[in-house]
């Protein structure tokens, strides 16, 4: 199975500043996969990462809000954009193999 | 009415219990499911991986497919006060797409 590390952790952001996390996969993956889990609920895909394309945003999701990179097939960035305390979350990053996916520790953002 | 249910508990029991957790799904074209636990604060970890419809087992854990009343199970045997967290249930038609469930907090009391 993939081992897919995650960078930062956690985090303490003030409001309005933007924070980018690092995704690594510890074998080429073609599809990751970036979701938010909010206190108590359960995961909420934001986008899909192709190596080579622009990531696809689910509905409610924007580019602005939360750019994506994808420079090869084993790392990725999601970046939060001027944020708010409404994005406090954790952020997951994930990858596919075969049928089943893969999650990081994920990132644990505070907005205050 | 959501694609996937999940009670999401909390759900408390005593350690050696046997559990089962539950969801139940409405598109028929699910043919991969999937049970992941997650600690608090952690990421999910991939518990148990099903295609279409039988039983797996791991260990103490279980999982159940039964496709005809689109029900899903996992079983706990011998539950450990290490077995409390979070379980999600999971499935996808094939593809990318994968929808979670709620998830139900589970509590095991030594």
């Known amino acids: 199975s993939a081992v897919i590390s995650q960078k930062p952790s956690r985090d303490i952001c003030q409001r309005g500043t933007s924070l980018t996390i690092q995704c690594q996969v510890d074998?080429?993956?073609?599809?990751m996969f970036w979701y938010r889990q909010q206190p108590g609920q359960s995961l909420t895909l934001i986008a899909t990462?192709?190596?080579?394309?622009?990531?696809?945003?689910e509905s409610g999701f924007v580019i602005d809000k939360f750019p994506i990179s994808r420079p090869n097939l084993t790392f990725s960035t999601l970046t939060v954009s001027n944020m708010s305390p409404e994005d406090s979350s954790i952020y997951l990053c994930?990858?596919?193999?075969?049928?089943?996916?893969?999650f990081g520790e994920g990132s644990w953002l505070t907005v205050v | 009415q959501k694609e996937v249910e999940q009670d999401p508990g909390p759900l408390s029991v005593p350690e050696g219990a046997i559990v089962s957790l539950n969801c139940t799904y409405s598109?028929?074209?699910?043919?991969?499911f999937m049970w992941y636990r997650q600690y608090s604060r952690k990421g999910p970890e991939l518990l148990m991986y099903t295609y279409s419809s039988g039983n797996k087992e791991d260990g103490r854990f279980t999982a159940q497919v039964d496709k005809s009343s689109k029900y899903i199970s996992l079983f706990i045997r011998d539950s450990q006060p290490s077995d409390s967290a979070t379980y999600l249930c999971?499935?996808?038609?094939?593809?990318?797409?994968?929808?979670f469930g709620a998830g139900t907090r589970l509590f095991v009391k030594a």
């Open positions: 999971a499935m996808s038609a094939g593809g990318f797409k994968t929808i």
């Open positions: 598109n028929s074209a699910f043919q991969y």
């Open positions: 074998s080429q993956v073609t599809m």
């Open positions: 994930s990858a596919s193999e075969g049928n089943t996916i893969y």
């Open positions: 990462a192709n190596q080579g394309s622009e990531a696809t945003y």
